[in-house]
C-alpha cells in the first residue's frame, strides 16, 4: 500500500523523524592558518555518504556569489558546485573531511585570473597612464589574465574566433581533516579548485549591440583547460596556506545560455602533497540529457523509450497535455538519477490527488529497478506533489504537498 502523507500532522511527523539532531553535534578546534586557534563545532548528523559535513559556525568564501554572476544559467551554478564536491571525493573522503567554503582566492583575485592575458602593448600603454597618474617614474603592471589576449585591432568577428573566452569561473573547495584525538584539532587538509569553461564564447561588436557565438569544441577546451589548470596550481603553490596541501582541479564545461539541462565536470587531475606537477588527468564520464531530445534518440534510444511509453500514459489522464520534461543523469554511459517535471493544471486537491496516485503507478511500471526517479507535479499555484523512487526500492516516497 503506496503512503500519502496527506495531512498536516503527517508532515509534522515526518519532519520531526528525518530532521537533524542539532543536539548531537562535535565541538573541534579548528587551527588557522597563523596557527591560532578557535572554537569550532561539526555537526555529527550527516544526510548520505554522498555529502561533507560542514564545519560551523559557516564562513563565507572570499569569492562568495561570483558563480551567479559567472556562469550562464542556475543549472550550471547547481552542478558546478555539486560536482566538484564529487569530484573532491575521489581524493578527500567524506568520512575524513569535512565542508569549507575557499577562504584562499578572494574576488579581486579570481576577477583578474578570469581576465584576457594583456599584449605587451597594452602592458606598455597601461604603464604609461599609470605614471601620469601617480606622478612616477616606474610602475609594474599585474598582468595575470588566464584567457587569451585580444590585440584590440582588426576585425572584431576574426579577433574573436581566434582569441575567445574559454575560462568562466573558477571555485575554490576547502577540506578539514582532523589531526588529534577525539575532539581533537581540524586543519587544512586538502583544497579543491573547479575551472568552468565555455563551451559557446559571446561576444559583442560594440557595448550594446548585437551579441553573437563562437562554438568551442570539447577538444579544444580540455586542451586549454589543462594549461590553465598547471598554471592555477602554480599560483596556488605561491599562496602559503597552501603551499604544502593536496591539490584536486576539475575542468567543467558549461552549457549555452539556452540550455535546459546543466553541463559536467569531463576530466580531474591530482596534485600530490608539496608538488606543482599535475600528473595524469582522468577522464569523469558524466553527462545530462534532455527527455525527449534529438541526443536522447541518439545516444539512449532504449532510456527514451520508457521514458517516452510513461510520457505517453500520462498523456492518457489529460488527453491534451504534453507537458512531461525529464534531465537523465549518465554515468560512464549508464542511467543513474531520472528527474522528471509535470506542470499541469488541476481544478481541485481531490483531482491532485488521484492524478498523483495514477503517475505514482507508472514509476513503479516503466522504469528499471536500478533507475533513481524523482517526479515534481506542480500547477500554477506551485508544487503539487512529489514522488521518490530509490533504486531497488518496492515502494516510492510520495508526499502530497498542503
Known sequence: ???????????????????????????????KDDDTKEKAIIPKYKISDEYYRTIM???????????????????????????LMRIAQNSFSTDQYVFKEGQYLDGDTVTSWLNRKMTDAQVKAKEEELKKKTKKTKVTVDNPGLNPADPGTGDVHERNKKNPIYLAHILEHDYLVKVGGEKGTYQLGGVAIGLAMNSVHYYTKEKYGAVYEKNISRAVLEREGKKMAQEVVNRLRGIKELSNV???VGLFEQQSKSSVVPGNFFAYAEVSQGSNNIGSWKDVKEEYILFPSDQAQKDHRDDLTFFQNFKQDVETYFPNFNGVIGKGFYLDGQLQELNINIPIQFYGKAEAIGFTQYVTGLVMEHFPSYVSVQVNISSVMGPEALIVKKPDQDEPFVHIYQ
Open 57 to 83: 559556525p559557516f564562513e563565507p568564501g572570499e569569492a562568495r556569489g561570483m558563480v551567479v554572476n559567472n556562469l550562464n544559467t542556475r543549472y550550471d551554478i547547481t552542478e558546478f558546485e555539486t560536482g
Open 1 to 31: 500500500m503506496r503512503k500519502l502523507s496527506m495531512v498536516a500532522l503527517s508532515l509534522v511527523l515526518l519532519l520531526t523523524a528525518c530532521a537533524p539532531n542539532f543536539q548531537k553535534q562535535e565541538e573541534v578546534v579548528q587551527k
Open 246 to 248: 593536496p591539490i584536486t
